[in-house]
């Protein structure tokens, strides 16, 4: 079993940035956490084929929570590998598949009350964007505590930043992959940006939860892997 992570680079208003989202190898068997910006799929399928192996053999699909740029491209490797089984959280999986309004949409929508004039305009393209994802039905829902992955993975309810985020913790590997629970912020494991958590005192206590777990590698989607 082995962890890989995909450092995927991007322009965003004239500035290089990355993402990291990780493979999972284990019994010959694929499994991505998380999948991007929306028409990110060509960058990770790029990405996969760099470290050796190819999305064609991809089995699962991990989404820790429900933010465009976690499941931005989830319906494009959905339809292009119909076998794939999503795995999700049954809270987050309401929002994926459309069953109900993301909450993301729903803090956006209360926001763009009280912003400035001058920034209503960027608002506004932001719901439109969140509007336009397209739904995913999930295969496979999780809670707290379930073994996933043969026994090797272990769901870890991280709510704060959504209220059904979760990070996954690998035992055997001494590993933790965050998703949103964690960023890597200048080699420090901190609460990702507050101004987008719904709940920041879940948050940090989802940060307290992780950190006790005191694995030797955190895998954070946003500044990449630390090693303690």
Known sequence: MEIIELPIEFEFNGQKN????????LKDELTLVDTGYPNFIGLIENEIIRTGY??????????THYDDDHI???YDFKEKYPWVNIIASETESKYIS?????ERLLQAEEMLKSMPNEEKEFGKRFIQHLKNLKHVSIDEKVHDGDMIL???CRIIATPGHTSGHISLYFPKLN??????AAVNENY???VANPNYCLNVEQAERSLIKIKNLRAENYYCYHGGKIIL
């Open 18 to 25: 990355f993402i990291y989202p990780s493979l999972v190898l």
């Open 150 to 152: 043969y026994n090797n």
């Open 175 to 180: 590993s933790v992959i965050t998703g949103d």
């Open 188 to 190: 420090k494991l901190v």
């Open 54 to 63: 190819n999305a064609k053999n991809l089995t699962n699909i991990i989404v």
């Open 72 to 74: 931005g491209s989830l």
């Open 98 to 102: 459309g069953e109900m309004k993301s």
